[in-house]
């Protein structure tokens, strides 16, 4: 194993622990649902986005992370990671222990993807990762309609950027390939 692949490794290994540790605060945090005011009180008939929720993009020379929470804080719900030009993503969340599927829908497409899953050290449920292709049907509409949902059973939640950070979901995907 050569030096950068050891670097790479560390990482990889670093965002993961990162991740996990965000998800696990959030988990802990928000053990029920409740639905966030919108920013605006005019409906559109697609989803608004939450006072205090966006996406954000973090590239980093051959990475790049969109990521929907809380900015600075550990409440994230949905990480997304790639590296430059490959075509693929890492999909992470927290959920339900004994949760296996990553369940996304936008605008009318809907997709599972099986997820590795680990406990969670630092709260109760699951860290899960899974992968897909840029070119998966939920993640081109993603770009297309700018929101994204995760299911957790019964459970639906709306990740909507607001205004000024809607343009970093294409750069993200650009960056991917």
């Given at each position: 194993m050569t030096d950068h692949d050891r670097n790479?490794?560390?990482r990889v290994k670093t965002t993961r622990l990162l991740i996990v540790a965000s998800l696990a605060a959030l988990a802990a945090a928000c053990s029920t649902t409740r639905d966030a005011a919108p920013v605006s009180g005019a409906s559109s008939g697609s989803p608004q986005p939450v006072a205090g929720m966006d996406w954000f993009y973090h590239p980093d020379a051959g990475e790049a992370k969109l990521v929907y929470g809380v900015e600075t804080s550990d409440d994230l719900r949905l990480g997304l990671t790639c590296q430059k030009g490959a075509g693929r993503l890492e999909i992470t969340t927290s959920a339900p222990h004994g949760t296996r599927e990553i369940h996304l829908e936008s605008?009318?497409?809907t997709?599972?993807?099986?997820?590795?899953g680990e406990a969670s050290e630092l709260a109760d449920g699951d860290f899960l990762t899974a992968e897909a292709a840029t070119s998966t049907p939920v993640f081109?509409?993603?770009r297309r309609v700018g929101w994204l949902a995760q299911w957790q059973g019964a459970r639906r939640?709306?990740?909507?950027?607001h205004t000024a950070s809607a343009p970093d979901i294409e750069r993200f995907f650009t960056f991917c390939g």
């Open positions: 790479r490794d560390r605008g009318g497409e997709e599972r993807f099986r997820a590795q081109q509409r993603f939640e709306t990740y909507v950027p």
